[in-house]
């Protein structure tokens, strides 16, 4: 039986969530496939991306085992489209309401979750970028606001895989 507690050799997981049939909602997905065309020689080692799309269960498991986990999704907030958020882990340790599908288990509840249920082997180093949708309408492509925002947010996720690269060694 596998030690669920037992903490694995250091790594930063990047996971993308959202839809692609739903315009800017796929944004967090979007972000992976350009950090991935970005490294193509290779993603630097001990990082992982990792595309969830709308499956916030796999945030959970990917994220056993990591030292840091950055998060990608959609937002709705009332801000102007393509505007970044950074939201720090420990903004999101609050309890979360029960649900009865495993299809509305988003990222927040893993994070909830994969806290309580992998204890020390869940990482306590997670940060969320959080990108405004302009539409959530049917349709595959981004909006022209949102898609320069996955350019910025990609070179946050470098700066950030640079800093993490250096404390690893």
């Known amino acids: 039986m596998a030690d669920l507690t037992a903490p694995a050799a250091p790594s930063l997981v990047v996971v993308g969530c ?15 496939h350009a950090l991935r065309s970005r490294w193509a020689d290779g993603v630097p ?7 969830a799309g709308t499956g916030g ?12 986990l950055l998060i990608i999704d959609a937002c709705r907030s009332g801000s102007p489209p393509g505007a970044v958020f950074t939201l720090p882990g ?12 495993l299809h509305d288990f988003r ?3 893993a994070i909830y979750a994969g ?10 180093d997670l940060t969320v970028y959080l990108i405004e949708a302009e539409s959530l309408a049917l349709g595959t492509e981004l909006s022209a ?6 350019g910025n947010v990609c070179d946050f996720i470098e700066e950030r ?7 690893a060694v």
């Open 115 to 124: 806290r309580r249920i992998f204890g020390a082997a869940f990482p306590s």
């Open 90 to 101: 420990e903004e999101i340790d609050g309890a979360r309401e029960p649900t009865y599908s």
């Open 145 to 150: 606001s949102v898609q320069s925002a996955v």
């Open 45 to 51: 080692e001990g990082v992982r991306l990792f595309d």
């Open 161 to 167: 895989v640079r800093r993490w690269c250096a404390q």
């Open 57 to 68: 269960m796999e945030v959970m498991f990917q994220a056993r085992g990591a030292s840091a």
């Open 107 to 109: 990222w927040d509840h």
């Open 18 to 32: 959202g839809n692609l049939n739903r315009s800017d909602d796929g944004v967090g997905v979007r972000v992976i």
